[in-house]
C-alpha cells in the first residue's frame, strides 16, 4: 500500500536556527497536507499544496511540493520556542480517495 | 470556522464496558469523517472513513464489530468501543472533511483509558 515517509524523526535546535523536514511517498500524490501537533494537542492543519512544484510560504514557513509530487518539505526560517511540536506530511492518493495516509512526524524541540 | 468539537475529551472505563465518542462538525457540514487513532509518541493510523447515510469503511486490521461507527448526520458521527479492554487505551482522533479548504479539520481527541 502508499507509505509515506518522513525525515527526521526528531529534530533539536538552538533558537534562531532554521529547521526543514522532509517527505517522501512511495506513490505519486494528489496533494500533500502538512499539520502540527503540539505536545497534548491535536493536529492542526497548516496547509495543502496541490500543484507539481509548488510552494507556498507562511510567516517564517516555507512549503514545497515536488515535480513529481511524491516529496514535499517543510522549512522553518529562524526557529522559535513557539515551533516545538510534532509536524505531520500527509499525502493524499491520486484516484479520487479522500484518504490521507500520514508520514510519521518530526517532532521539533528548540533550545531557547 | 471550521472547527470540530470531540466528546469527552477524556475517559476511564472499566474493561468490558463500551465507551461512546461524539464527533461533531460545528461551522460547516462533513459528508465525510474519519476516525484515527494515535499510540503515544506515534503518528496517527486511520481507523475508518464514515460517510453519512451509509456505512463506514474500515481500514485492515481494524474490528468493525469492536469499532461501531454511526454517521448520523452531515455534523455527527460517533465511534463506540464495545467491550474496551486496556489494549483499547488510546488517543483517539476524528477528522471531518470540508470547510473552505475542502481538507481534513481534527478535533481535540479523546484520551480513553480502559482498566
Known amino acids: 500500500g502508499q507509505q509515506v515517509m518522513q525525515i527526521p524523526q526528531y529534530q533539536h535546535v538552538q533558537e534562531g536556527e532554521d529547521f526543514t523536514t522532509y517527505c517522501n511517498s512511495s506513490?505519486?500524490?494528489?496533494?500533500i497536507q502538512w499539520y502540527k501537533q503540539r505536545p497534548g494537542g491535536h493536529p492542526v492543519f497548516l496547509i495543502q499544496l496541490v500543484k507539481s512544484g509548488e510552494v507556498k510560504k507562511q510567516k517564517r514557513l516555507t512549503f514545497q511540493f515536488g515535480e513529481a509530487k511524491k516529496n514535499s518539505s517543510l522549512h522553518i526560517t529562524a526557529t522559535q520556542t513557539t515551533d516545538v511540536g510534532t509536524y505531520f506530511c500527509?499525502?493524499?492518493?491520486?484516484?479520487?480517495?479522500?484518504?490521507?495516509?500520514f508520514g510519521k512526524g518530526t517532532k521539533l524541540t528548540v533550545n531557547p | 470556522g471550521a472547527v470540530v468539537s470531540q466528546h469527552p475529551s477524556w475517559v476511564i472505563c472499566k474493561s468490558g464496558t463500551s465507551v461512546k465518542i461524539e464527533c461533531r462538525s460545528l461551522d460547516f457540514q462533513a459528508t465525510t469523517m474519519f476516525w484515527y487513532r494515535q499510540f503515544p509518541k506515534q503518528s496517527l493510523m486511520l481507523m475508518a472513513t464514515s460517510n453519512e447515510g451509509s456505512k463506514a469503511t474500515y481500514e485492515q486490521g481494524v474490528e468493525k464489530d469492536k469499532f461501531l461507527i454511526n454517521h448520523a448526520s452531515l455534523t455527527l458521527s460517533t465511534l463506540t468501543v464495545t467491550s474496551a479492554h486496556p489494549e483499547d487505551s488510546s488517543f483517539y482522533i476524528c477528522s471531518a472533511r470540508g470547510g473552505v479548504q475542502d481538507t481534513q479539520y481534527f478535533g481535540p481527541g479523546t484520551r480513553l483509558t480502559v482498566l
Open positions: 500527509a499525502g493524499g492518493r491520486q484516484g479520487g480517495s479522500e484518504k490521507l495516509v
Open positions: 506513490t505519486t500524490l494528489s496533494n
